[in-house]
């Protein structure tokens, strides 16, 4: 199932730098696109959400830009923690249904 | 902070076995799921439950697993006759709303689930 892809599987940074997480998808019927990150042992946890009518959302140090027409989104952390280190998944759904479908995740590390 | 609860968080079954997973959604939420990783895999949608029925199931989700709501608090996953290949981190999930809208899942910690 290639309807998500997460083309990074870990990124590196240093605290206060930005980290930009990229994710593609190919079913142009997903119309609202989630972020959840995950810490070993904890269950998946929402993070950040836009939906295909907006191109940005923003919400304290968190950013998602949408471009509906590379079907590509990104989130943005400005500036990155230690405590950011995490596994983060983009999980777009389509309207009609009720799934999520999870890219396969990128574990970013912030390093002090 | 109200929570999804999974118990057991381990479980382990020889294969063949039944298991029955168990989950507790947050209370006033009307929607549940279930979902599913295989170790190093994506996590995969495995079914979405509301008003006492299926709204919505993966083809992962066959004849070998049902769900159930038995009461006004757990939801539970059984799978029949376990095969090796359904060791996985099971997640079950709650929301207030379904489809058609854009409410975000809550998820729990998951079970372990280790075919023998």
């Known amino acids: 199932d290639q309807q998500v892809k997460q083309n990074s599987p870990s990124l590196s940074v240093q605290e206060g730098r930005i980290s930009i997480l990229n994710c593609d998808y190919t079913?142009?019927?997903?119309?609202?696109f989630l972020w959840y990150k995950k810490y070993p042992a904890e269950g998946p946890t929402f993070l950040i959400s836009?939906?295909?009518?907006?191109d940005k959302n923003e919400d304290g140090r968190f950013t998602v830009f949408l471009n509906k027409s590379a079907k590509h989104l990104s989130l943005h952390i400005v500036p990155s923690q230690p405590g950011d280190s995490a596994v983060y998944f983009c999980?777009?759904?389509?309207?009609?249904?009720?799934?999520?479908?999870f890219g396969e995740g990128t574990q970013l590390t912030v390093n002090p | 902070e109200p929570e999804v609860t999974q118990t057991p968080s381990h479980q382990v079954t020889q294969m063949g076995q039944e298991v029955i997973l168990r989950c507790v959604p947050i209370?006033?939420?009307?929607?549940f799921y279930w979902y599913r990783q295989i170790l190093g895999q994506k996590v995969e949608f495995l079914v979405s439950?509301?008003?006492?029925?299926?709204?919505?199931k993966s083809e992962i989700f066959d004849d070998q697993f049902s769900v159930e709501r038995p009461d006004g608090s757990n939801f539970t996953l059984k799978i029949r006759s376990t095969k090796l290949e359904d060791s996985a981190m099971y997640f079950c999930?709650?929301?207030?709303?379904?489809?058609?809208?854009?409410?975000?899942?809550?998820f729990g910690s998951g079970t372990q689930l280790s075919v023998l």
């Open positions: 079913n142009s019927m997903f119309d609202y």
């Open positions: 999980a777009p759904k389509e309207t009609s249904g009720s799934r999520l479908t």
């Open positions: 999930a709650s929301s207030n709303a379904g489809e058609s809208t854009n409410e975000k899942l809550f």
């Open positions: 209370s006033n939420h009307l929607y």
């Open positions: 836009i939906s295909s009518i907006k």
């Open positions: 439950f509301y008003n006492n029925e299926i709204s919505e």
